[in-house]
């Protein structure tokens, strides 16, 4: 656990605490380490070869994206990254243009980076840091109206997916989050010691639940559905709750005083806007 204020709670970076790096980089990894993040969370999308990439969309962002040369791209959903070969994708510019949400956060030209890369510089920068070995939660990006357009199906997207976990060896830290209830099905299936996540943003914690088919290791609600009766009522299933991603310190405050030890988060306590 890491201290966040005056708390001992378990702490996701999300997107490698994109409020004071470019989002998704493995500078941001690197630096969210080295904030004592005990989790990295991320996203993955699929390049048209198949490459898994770090992308919390799975087309290119406006907001923090230009091209190869240094030039905004258009507004709206781009390029699908699944139309784009990685050789191609890796010359887009995702760290020099600053997110207009997030003026604490230090720019500098980056790249979309491979799941399998940000994974090795990440092990190599803990080991030689002395950092313990953080734990990956990863978002498959899924949805049914993306399925073979802008993002694989899932049984090729999680088969994909976990070969590059699986050759890396890091199995064991792994939580596989999804809004998508059909990711999760695959992999509870295929990979039954793999840890699995539910995010939601609506709904009660029994209508959420009764969509699987077997029992979550985690429940990821938006803040505004966390009350007491939930946390009681995850701890009675063995379920662990997590806040999903907040940086409002009066939401993060109420959550842990209900007893609620894991938060997603886009800042450290000590940045927090």
Known sequence: ????????????????????????????????????ADVLEMDVAFTQDKQAVISHDPWLDHLITLDAAGQEIPAGKGLPILTIPYAQLEKYD??????????????????????????????????????????????TKTSKGRDNISQLAPEEYVALLMKVILAKKIQDRVIIQSFDERTLE??????????????VNKGSLAENLSRLSFKLDYYAPVPKLIDAALVARCKELGIKLLCGNTNDKAEIDRVFALGVEELCTDYPYTHLP
């Open 186 to 199: 695959i992999v509870h299936r295929d990979y039954p010691a793999v840890k699995t996540m539910l995010n």
């Open 94 to 139: 995702v760290g020099s243009k600053q997110h207009k949400d997030f003026p604490k956060q230090k720019n500098f030209k980056a790249h979309i980076p491979r799941l399998a890369d940000l994974i090795d510089s990440v092990e190599v920068y803990s080991a030689r840091t002395g950092a313990k070995k953080p734990w990956y939660s990863i978002e």
């Open 1 to 36: 656990m890491a201290s966040y204020g005056q708390i001992d709670t378990v702490i996701y970076a999300h997107r490698g605490f994109r409020g004071l790096m470019p989002e998704s980089t493995v500078a941001a990894m690197k630096n969210a380490i080295d904030l004592g």
